[in-house]
T-cell receptor, first 112, second 116 residues
Framework: DAGVTQSPTHLIKTRGQQVTLRCSPK?????VSWYQQALGQGPQFIFQ???????QRGNFPDRFSGHQFPNYSSELNVNALLLGDSALYLC???????????FGSGTRLTVV | AQKITQTQPGMFVQEKEAVTLDCTYD???????LFWYKQPSSGEMIFLIY??????QNATEGRYSLNFQKARKSANLVISASQLGDSAMYFC?????????????FGTGTSLTVIP
């Protein structure tokens, strides 16, 4: 039973560019959440998707957007990258309303 | 105010000894959950233990136990019989079920090093 799969594992982008990160949830899970973890910090909630809609959003600018597909997989898009966007981006999947969340290993984004 | 506070940036423990990692939280929601996650260098957040705000007994999962003191708003993680593989970052987290139940609030983490 595969857990949460994220791709790519590492990514280097130039300031001002756009990036798309991908997440496949654990089998049986229908909800995907995204977190940003800056170096030396705890993860910060970006948003959560369920039934292909954004259900809740953290304190992140509109440059951060997402999408959920009918197969429950999800994408995180970041436009106009800033140096401060460099972080580990974690995807977590769950069953809507449940307590059990499964995290992926993350995508490490470096903006230069 | 910070929702979750972890005041120990780094901790060392001798192999086979017990260690306590501190966590305090702040919420006005009467229904909440407290979680501990382990994050090895690979990056994945591994769930360790959960305590609900209405649970009367402290949670235990194998070598992990959660010392829940509701009045003090603390939820310390106790790891017994430490092993070398326990060396990792440990994060305390909370979800508020009445309001923003969909998101975790994480602390800044504690780096645990187990010494042989």
């Amino acid at each position: 039973d595969a857990g949460v799969t994220q791709s790519p594992t590492h990514l280097i982008k130039t300031r001002g560019q756009q990036v798309t990160l991908r997440c496949s949830p654990k089998s049986g899970h229908d909800t995907v959440s995204w977190y940003q973890q800056a170096l030396g910090q705890g993860p910060q909630f970006i948003f959560q998707y369920y039934e292909e809609e954004e259900r809740q959003r953290g304190n992140f600018p509109d440059r951060f957007s997402g999408h959920q597909f009918p197969n429950y997989s999800s994408e995180l898009n970041v436009n106009a990258l800033l140096l401060g966007d460099s972080a580990l981006y974690l995807c977590a999947s769950s069953v809507q309303g449940g307590h059990g969340y499964t995290f992926g290993s993350g995508t490490r984004l470096t903006v230069v | 105010a910070q929702k979750i506070t972890q005041t120990q940036p780094g901790m060392f423990v001798q192999e086979k000894e017990a260690v306590t990692l501190d966590c305090t939280y702040d919420t006005s929601d009467p229904s909440y959950g407290l979680f501990w996650y382990k994050q090895p260098s690979s990056g994945e957040m591994i769930f360790l233990i959960y305590q609900g705000s209405y649970d009367q007994q402290n949670a235990t999962e194998g070598r992990y136990s959660l010392n829940f003191q509701k009045a003090r708003k603390s939820a310390n993680l106790v790891i017994s019989a430490s092993q070398l593989g326990d060396s990792a970052m440990y994060f305390c987290a909370m979800r508020e079920f009445s309001n923003t139940g969909n998101q975790f609030y994480f602390g800044t983490g504690t780096s645990l090093t187990v010494i042989p």
